[in-house]
């Protein structure tokens, strides 16, 4: 009458000829991370939750600590505001919730583990620079999100900011300010002098509105998790996106392979608070152990649900019930996809040594569009295969050509993890031929 692992049960099974599978397993686990659906009539509405991505040095950092020391009121005595990997902001039209750490790399690892963490992308963009490789990157992984981006011009205190051009170089990326007949916002900034800033602010309340993001907060709260570490003193400490529900003090938790108790809850500003509503980020403590970035966050009805859940998880083994679940596109598997009707769109991220060649094969990639599959380049640019361009790739689901470039090793080795499929050429021919047929399920298997 005691239960077995799954080992052990495989163990005995053998000893009959039998072979147990673990489908069970994922399915509950699967059940669990499921989103359930929701009543409208319980939803209200909740802050945004917003990220700030952009090119290397172009102010990124600086728009946040500016936004962060001239928005949020220390007040309380003693109150040090605490980096925790998030903070709310308290404006005219309500609250909006920061991702502190700047960048997209974050955000794209949450995505590829299926957590979506953010609505609202600001784009930024120094007026002296210009758009530079990392700010397509950025337009990219936003746009391949599905994600609102708020350009916001910085820099603008400089003498050599030019705001025109970098409208004018932003258009080539479809992102058209409103007063040239576009739908994109541009807001001019200086996260030096703080000018703009508020503007800045009252677009993205604008932009939450017209999005209409709301929550129900009266349920078993779900989230996300932002950063962990282990604290010498407190033990295991995570921060936590509460993305719906409510969370206490005294909920039992399910992260992963973490499982507890919450013991106590600290919020941005370094208080201890007692329940957290939907798109607040808390640390909380009381975890079993550390538990992994981008991993969802469940309450539970008791701790022993919770522990059970969280041993479901290691039983199993996350990156391998992630790699069973995940269905990742290959060319090889294209065309039954496409039969099946699971594959409506093929993504494609193009990389090459010149960017003429980058051009020469979006175009002719996207002329093999049919009427059963759209091939859609969702990124391309110039230089080695990046472990970033694998992130995206793995997680909207998007293949990747090189053109007379190789990956990096962590790319290759990110490629295999997440099972991203990876081709190499030194002719565009080849690679245009190679699509083609898979798209008609005649590629020759790859030996
Ligand atoms: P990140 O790499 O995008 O996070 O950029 P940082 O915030 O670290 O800024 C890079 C550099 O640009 C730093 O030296 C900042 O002081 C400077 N910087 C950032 N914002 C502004 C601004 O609005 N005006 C001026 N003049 N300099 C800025």
Known sequence: NSELDFEKAEEIAMEFDRLVEMEEQVDVIEELLKEEEEDETDMIVRPPVVCVMGHVDHGKTSLLDKIRSSHVTTGEAGGITQHIGAYVVETSN????????????AFTS?????????????LVVAADDGVMPQTIEAINHAKAAGIEIIVAINKIDKESANIERVKQELIEYELVPEDWGGSTIFCPVSAH??????????????????????????????????EAQLDKGRGPVATVLVQKGTLHVGDAVAIGSAHGKVRAMINDKGKRIKTAGPSTPVEILGLSEVPNAGEVMMVMDSEKEARSVAEKFIAYGREKMLSET????????LFNQIQAGSVKELNIIVKADVQGSVEAV???LV?????????????????AITESDVNLAAASNAIIIGFNVRPEPAAKDA????????????????????????????????F
């Open 94 to 105: 309500g609250k909006i919730t920061f991702l502190d750490t700047p960048g997209h790399e």
């Open 110 to 122: 949450m995505r590829m583990r299926g957590a979506q963490s953010t609505d609202i992308a600001i």
């Open 193 to 226: 002098t703080g000018e703009g800033i508020d503007e800045l602010l009252d677009m993205v309340s604008l932009t939450a509105e017209v999005l209409e993001l709301k929550a129900n907060p009266n349920r078993k709260a779900r989230g996300i998790v932002l």
């Open 326 to 333: 995940k269905q990742q596109l290959s060319l090889d598997d």
């Open 362 to 364: 979006k175009q002719s």
């Open 367 to 383: 002329k093999l569009s049919n009427d059963e599959v759209a091939v859609k380049v969702i990124h391309g640019g110039v230089g």
């Open 415 to 446: 490629a295999s993890a997440e099972k991203v499929d990876l081709r190499l050429y030194r002719v565009i021919y080849n690679a245009i031929e190679d699509i083609e047929a898979a798209m008609k399920g005649m590629l020759d298997p790859e």
